[in-house]
């Protein structure tokens, strides 16, 4: 959340201004409602299904754990530079 008026690069994040916490709860409980209502599946408890969509293209299914395991896959969505230096221990 940001002051547009006082802060309009929006540089300061108020969130957790304690006086903008009524604000903050009213928006959280909006936000799940809505979410509640249109049988988002975070909702019920269910959002790791998300994780098992299969994937459009094989190749690259899995690609963080595969990367991480060291194996290296052609991409057009990553760039050399965004890759982290070997697997994570």
């Given amino acids: 959340m940001y ?9 300061t994040n108020i ?3 304690p006086e903008h916490r009524a604000r903050k ?5 909006q936000l799940f409602a809505e979410l ?3 049988g988002d599946p975070r909702m019920f408890g269910n959002g790791d299904m998300f994780d098992k969509y299969p994937c459009a293209n094989p ?8 990367h991480m395991a060291g194996e290296r896959m052609p ?14 221990e």
Avoid: K
Avoid at 25 to 29: A, I, K, Y
Avoid at 75 to 88: A, H, K, Q, R
């Fill in 3 to 11: 002051h547009y008026e006082s802060d309009p690069a929006c540089i």
């Fill in 15 to 17: 969130v957790n201004d």
């Fill in 25 to 29: 709860e009213e928006m959280r409980d």
């Fill in 36 to 38: 509640a209502e249109q």
């Fill in 59 to 66: 190749n690259v299914a899995s690609f963080y754990e595969r």
């Fill in 75 to 88: 991409t057009f969505w990553v760039n050399d530079s965004d890759f982290e230096e070997g697997p994570l």
